[in-house]
């Protein structure tokens, strides 16, 4: 197993349904299954991440597929640059929607075993992911500690979470794959336009990321029309603009309907062999 202790970097092992390092720190698996390796000490706010709301709101739509273009594209590109992958790891999974598909894909593609790993600061996106996906390992973590042992990662993605390049260097396998997903130049733009004077466009600077080679990057571009107000709600309040419009424009927004540009950038990065970081 690759989880470390978050307290002391010891190896955890799994002894009736608690994890334990030699130092006895120990962490119990709730009852959905996932196990909680955010201490107490390290957080910065009481239920840090997303909240409820969000995530159930993220979850519907994407249960309803507007983003599986997306998904669909970074599990073909996962499986061309690193099919026989064991250990996956997703980066900010939220509720494990793209874990999920990615497992499938990569499950398919090897024709072995694997295992994937979602880590997400958020309790309720992990509570939820484990729920539906008992298949898959979720864990409570911060993306900037995270539990896992050095170089034991074969593939990673990270669809719009952030994450420390140190870490990233530390738990990848020299070779191993990172997909990073981020907003495109045109991202949501026609949204942005009904909130903002002077929207201004996503950055296109490509991510270098240290002790990476960068192999490719893709834009994936289309147009999302929402017409039921349950998806439009859904769409608005799993994003940061839900805070930045008004009662009165969302009332507006889906009393006429959304369309609005989708734009993607997939980036695909390769650890280092001869790694010394």
């Given amino acids: 197993m690759p989880y470390i202790c978050p307290i002391c970097s010891a190896p955890l092992t799994l002894s009736d349904k608690s994890w334990a390092c030699v130092q006895r720190h120990q962490f119990d698996c709730a009852k959905e299954g996932y196990v909680n390796l955010l201490p107490v000490q390290k957080k910065k706010t009481k239920d840090p991440g997303d909240n409820k709301d969000m995530m159930i709101a993220r979850r519907e739509f994407l249960s309803r597929g507007f983003y599986q273009p997306l998904s669909d594209q970074v599990n073909l590109l996962a499986a061309q640059y690193h099919p026989n992958a064991e250990t ?94 981020s907003p495109g130049p045109m991202h949501h733009f026609a949204l942005k336009q009904k909130i903002y004077s002077q929207p201004r466009l996503h950055p296109q600077d490509s991510l270098m990321l240290e002790g990476f080679n960068y192999l490719a990057h893709e834009s994936l571009t289309y147009q999302l029309t929402l017409t039921q107000a349950n998806d439009i709600e859904h769409f608005l309040n799993m994003t940061p603009y839900a805070w930045k419009l008004s009662d009165m424009q969302k009332r507006q927004i889906i009393e006429q309907g959304l369309e609005c540009e989708i734009d993607f950038k997939i980036e695909i990065h390769q650890r280092e062999q001869s790694s010394v970081d």
């Fill in 88 to 181: 996956l790891l997703d980066i900010g999974c939220g509720e494990g929607y793209y874990s999920h598909r990615l497992f499938e894909t990569i499950q398919q593609s090897s024709g072995e075993q694997c295992k994937l790993y979602g880590l997400d600061i958020s309790k309720s996106a992990i509570r939820s992911a484990a729920k539906r996906y008992p298949e898959l390992q979720f864990c409570v973590a911060s993306v900037f500690e995270m539990p896992f042992a050095d170089k034991s990662i074969d593939l990673a993605i990270r669809i719009y979470a952030p994450s420390k390049v140190e870490e990233l260097q530390r738990v990848m396998k020299p070779g191993s794959t990172l997909i990073t997903v």
